[in-house]
């Protein structure tokens, strides 16, 4: 069980254009998600915090108009990096805890970015 | 806020043997969890490892063990009989107690090294 599922799994966009990230609680519900950055040989840097129903709320430094996220539903939540340029190229990672008894968090298989 | 340290930016075992991973943090609160992630060169982040605060008793999970001293805010973990499928970066994290939508704090990784 707590299986968290990312889509796609790596992605190649021009730069300017818009690339859409989904995560997906596959057996589980989690009113809370979250959406990290990783840079090569780097710990994970906190994005948001995605809340189901609600806005995202976000770490200092990070645009909340470049990334946008949306919590539409207890199993789903989308990170759309908008106008993506090359210092945007990533490897992204959302992770969730369930709703009853959230105390560990479960973690995608990340979305490798690369912005061209 | 909380902040999590991990000295040891990399480390290396010899096959079959012992290696102890050091993680030490800093937090006002009593009550907590403290984890242990696994990274693995595929980047999926796997849970190894689960502690309470208010639980004396170190967590323990097949070859994976802890040792914590919460006076001390220590946090380290044991892999005993290593094993080459143990190569991967290992993430120490706290998280507060109350709350399912608490975030995690994470250290900077160590990189784990086994040798055949």
């Known amino acids: 069980g707590a299986v968290v599922s990312q889509h796609p799994s790596w992605v190649i966009c021009k730069s300017g254009t818009s690339v859409k990230i989904e995560c997906r609680s596959l057996?589980?519900?989690?009113?809370?998600m979250f959406w990290y950055r990783q840079f090569p040989k780097q710990s994970l840097m906190l994005m948001a915090t995605?809340?189901?129903?609600?806005?995202?709320?976000?770490e200092q430094g990070v645009e909340k108009d470049k990334f946008l996220i949306n919590h539409a539903s207890l199993t789903l939540s989308t990170l759309t990096v908008t106008s993506a340029h090359p210092e945007d190229s990533s490897f992204y990672i959302c992770?969730?805890?369930?709703?009853?008894?959230?105390?560990?968090?479960?973690f995608g298989p990340g979305t490798r970015l690369l912005v061209l | 806020a909380q902040t999590v340290t991990q000295s040891q930016p990399e480390m290396s075992v010899q096959e079959a043997e012992t290696v102890t991973l050091s993680c030490t943090y800093d937090t006002s609160e009593s009550d907590y969890y403290l984890f242990w992630y696994k990274q693995p060169p595929s980047r999926q982040m796997i849970l190894v490892i689960r502690q309470e605060a208010y639980k004396q008793q170190n967590a323990t999970e097949n070859r994976f063990s802890v040792n914590f001293q919460k006076a001390a805010k220590s946090f380290s973990l044991k892999i005993s009989d290593s094993q080459l499928g143990d190569a991967a970066m290992y993430f120490c994290a706290y998280r507060s107690y109350f709350g399912a939508g608490n975030q995690f704090y994470f250290g900077t990784g160590t990189s784990l090294t086994v040798i055949p």
């Open positions: 992770s969730a805890s369930p709703t009853a008894g959230g105390e560990t968090q479960y």
């Open positions: 995605s809340n189901e129903g609600s806005k995202a709320t976000y």
């Open positions: 057996d589980f519900q989690a009113t809370t």
